[in-house]
C-alpha cells in the first residue's frame, strides 16, 4: 500500500487474526522487512519502525513490547 504521508501509513480494514506485512524503502535503502502481527477484534494497533543498527524492529505502542522482523514469510 502507498503511505499518504511521509513518515507512515494507516493500513485499515484488518482482519482480525494474524496478519504477515513488509515493509519496503525508498530506493531501496534498506532490505524489505517483514512482520507478522496480531490483529485483535474490533480494535485498533499502532506500532513504530525501530532502527537499531542494522535491525529493524516494530514498537507495539499498546502492549509495550518490541517485535522482531520474521524474515521470509
Known amino acids: 500500500m502507498p503511505r499518504y504521508g ?3 501509513c494507516i493500513l485499515s480494514e484488518l482482519s482480525a487474526g494474524t496478519a504477515h506485512i513488509e515493509i519496503l ?3 531501496n535503502k534498506f532490505p524489505a ?3 507478522t502481527i496480531n ?3 474490533n480494535s485498533g494497533r499502532g506500532f513504530i519502525l525501530h532502527k ?3 535491525a529493524f524492529t516494530l514498537y507495539d505502542l499498546q502492549q509495550k513490547k518490541y517485535l522482531p522482523a ?3 514469510l
Do not use: R
Open 6 to 8: 511521509k513518515n507512515y
Open 25 to 27: 524503502f525508498e530506493q
Open 33 to 35: 522487512q517483514k512482520f
Open 52 to 54: 537499531d543498527n542494522n
Open 39 to 41: 490483529v485483535p477484534e
Open 70 to 72: 520474521t524474515g521470509d
